[in-house]
């Protein structure tokens, strides 16, 4: 069997189309134009690109974005202040802060995230919004699994009553994944390294996520027959190779669906960050 391929850019549009869609009600009826602060602090490339992507969907979809350039040598009470600029500008309803933070700044990373107002959190990491997806109320969600969730949801795959298996437990990636399974009455388990028998376990899955940041780790052995496979992993194996955590050539001959890498979930992130920056404005324009 050849497995249903995923394709993120599918996906994607259809989420873009959707906050397209949520942006111009909020126009309409309020005259509300989202917009998104992202603030980097120093050089890195990686991040560099990740901040132009972020930039261009805005301007594509119409929402007012704000790029906050830092210098490397930014202060913790220089960032935090910036932040408390951004958490009062009331053309912002968005803020995100770009990481990796600079080595220097690493050890105030959560006081950083804690000071975005959880209503602005758009990155879903505030242990509010955490609380909140935990608790199943209301939430900014981290983008990438919320973007795995409506990927699934989009593309038919029964959730409810399904065995999930997520395999890892970041707080990005994993747990959020675990929390949103389990909303849609999924029956979750969740593995990491100290798992016993990892490959019984996701056998077990109708529903495996992968998001352990190793190159081809889920090989067909570990996958049940007819499976949904979702890849998160994004591995540099030399430099213009990126493979996912799933092997892809193997599992996609016993998958029932699966989503490539490149091309699969990382196409989604960019596209629930515009969702929740929509999102973000309709909570504060309740409040
Ligand atoms: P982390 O490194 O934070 O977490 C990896 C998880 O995998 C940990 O929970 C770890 O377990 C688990 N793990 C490691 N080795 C094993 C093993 N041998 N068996 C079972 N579990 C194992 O990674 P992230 O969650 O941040 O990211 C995961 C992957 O997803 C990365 O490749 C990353 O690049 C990618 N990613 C992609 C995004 C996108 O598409 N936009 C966004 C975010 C991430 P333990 O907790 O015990 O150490």
Redesign the pocket.
């Known amino acids: 069997m050849t497995a249903r391929l995923l394709e993120g850019k599918v996906f994607a549009a259809k989420l873009r189309e959707e906050a397209g869609q949520k942006a111009a009600e909020l126009k309409e009826k309020y005259g509300i134009t989202p917009g998104l602060a992202v603030i980097i602090v120093g050089e890195n490339p990686a991040s560099q690109v990740y901040v132009r992507n972020k930039h261009k969907a805005c301007t594509e979809l119409g929402f007012y974005s704000e790029g906050v350039e830092m210098p490397e040598t930014t202060t913790r009470e220089e960032l935090l202040a910036e932040i408390d600029r951004l958490n009062k500008d009331e053309k912002i309803h968005g803020i995100l802060v770009q990481l990796p933070l600079p080595k220097a700044l690493q050890p105030y990373e959560s006081e950083v995230l804690e000071a975005i107002d959880p209503l602005k959190d758009v990155d879903g990491f505030h242990p509010v919004n955490v609380g909140r997806l935990v608790t199943g109320q209301k939430a900014l969600v981290p983008?990438?699994p919320h973007?795995c969730l409506r990927m699934l949801e989009l593309a038919d795959i029964p959730i409810e009553g399904a065995n999930a298996v997520v395999?890892?437990?970041?707080?990005?990636?994993?747990k959020p994944m675990l929390h949103l399974l389990l909303g849609k009455n999924a029956t979750v388990t969740i593995?990491?390294?100290?798992?016993k028998n990892?490959a019984e376990v996701t056998r077990q899955a109708d529903i495996l996520v992968a998001?352990?940041?190793?190159p081809n780790?889920v090989t067909a052995d570990m996958v049940k027959p007819g499976a949904a496979v979702i890849d998160?992993?994004?591995?540099r194996i030399a430099p213009k190779k990126l493979v996912?955590?799933v092997d892809f050539e193997s599992v996609k001959e016993v998958a029932g669906a699966i989503t490539p890498v490149p091309g699969?979930?990382?196409l989604?992130?960019i596209a629930m960050l515009m969702q929740n920056t929509v999102e973000a404005a309709r909570l504060q324009l309740e409040k």
């Open positions: 983008c990438t973007g395999i890892g437990r970041s707080n990005i990636v994993g593995c990491h390294s100290r798992t990892l998001a352990v940041g190793r780790f998160v992993g994004i591995n996912g955590d699969g979930v990382g989604l992130t």
